[in-house]
């Protein structure tokens, strides 16, 4: 008797769930915080890039161009610390 793709999908499933999971470094609360905010500012940096390739007005744009440079430089002391 064959099987359906569910049984099988339900078995590749339990097999996944019963092997050992390989776990990287400790990461302190410090550094979770620190990736936390970086990708805050990173999506942030992403969603500005996006609205400013859309932007036709000069007064909104060079605000998205001043929030772009001002994200970059909080990017790059987050990084050097």
């Given at each position: 008797?064959?099987?359906?793709?569910?049984?099988?999908?339900?078995?590749?499933?339990?097999?996944?769930?019963?092997?050992?999971?390989?776990?990287?470094?400790?990461v302190?609360?410090?550094?979770?915080?620190?990736?936390?905010?970086?990708?805050?500012?990173?999506?942030?940096?992403?969603?500005?890039?996006?609205?400013?390739?859309?932007?036709?007005?000069?007064?909104?744009?060079?605000?998205?161009?001043?929030?772009?440079?001002?994200?970059d430089?909080?990017?790059s002391?987050?990084?050097?610390?």
């Open positions: 008797m064959a099987r359906g793709w569910e049984s099988k999908s339900v078995e590749s499933q339990q097999d996944a769930a019963e092997r050992p999971r390989v776990k990287g470094p400790a302190t609360a410090e550094q979770a915080a620190r990736k936390a905010e970086r990708d805050t500012l990173m999506l942030a940096r992403t969603r500005a890039l996006a609205d400013l390739q859309k932007a036709s007005v000069p007064a909104h744009r060079a605000m998205l161009e001043q929030a772009i440079a001002d994200l430089q909080r990017l002391a987050l990084d050097t610390h």
